[in-house]
């Protein structure tokens, strides 16, 4: 069995890259997660998780250590939504995030989002646009998905792109840029989108 203590390496390079974590778990975690867990309550999984795994950091030198702690990211982020969402014990939809405020500072609270909040048809027809979305972009080719969903849902540079898809850089920018392209032809066939 590895020792216990923590790992100065793993340490470094988990402050190092926390920040970028920290926006892709913002981009990944549906909001009802959101609800219940703060982004820092995954990051600090992913710390603890990152940490057992030392030979999975120790081993593959080629594969960059961000992509390794994106892997663990999203792994613990669908391990929270199956353990708090999947849960029959609660509806976390109808949780409320208080964080201890008194009655009238909730009463604020709600006077803010009750401004702020969009009106039941703007909200559903943003919800028809993402469901009609997600449905274009799963009908497109893997490949295609594949460098949409880095490149917007993961924030990844060209570069990035690239090495995960283990291409030449300027092969990544082209298969980019032609998914984009099919995304939008696609795209053009619903009124929703067009401009």
Do not use: W
Request: hydrophobic share 45%.
């Amino acid at each position: 069995m590895k020792d216990a203590s923590t790992s100065p390496f793993i340490t470094t390079a988990f402050l190092e890259n926390k920040e970028r974590l920290k926006c892709l778990a913002v981009r990944r975690m549906q909001p009802q997660l959101a609800n219940i867990l703060s982004v820092d309550d995954i990051l600090q999984e992913v710390f603890i998780a990152a940490q057992r795994r030392r030979f999975f950091f120790e081993s593959r030198a080629d594969v960059p250590v961000y992509f390794k702690f994106r892997l663990i990211l999203l792994q613990v982020i669908a391990e929270s939504e199956r353990r708090h969402l999947g849960a029959q014990k609660r509806d976390v939809g109808k949780e409320l995030r208080i964080d201890g405020a008194t009655p009238d500072e909730f009463s604020a609270h709600i006077e803010t989002l009750a401004v702020d909040a969009p009106s039941p048809a703007t909200q559903l027809a943003d919800d028809e646009r993402r469901a009609l979305l997600r449905h274009v972009i799963g009908e497109l080719a893997p490949n295609d998905r594949k460098i949409l969903t880095l490149r917007h849902f993961d924030g990844l540079s060209n570069q990035e792109c690239a090495s995960v898809l283990s291409i030449d850089p300027k092969a990544a920018s082209i298969r980019y840029a032609r998914a984009l392209v099919r995304l939008r032809e696609r795209l053009a066939d619903y009124s929703e989108f067009k401009a």
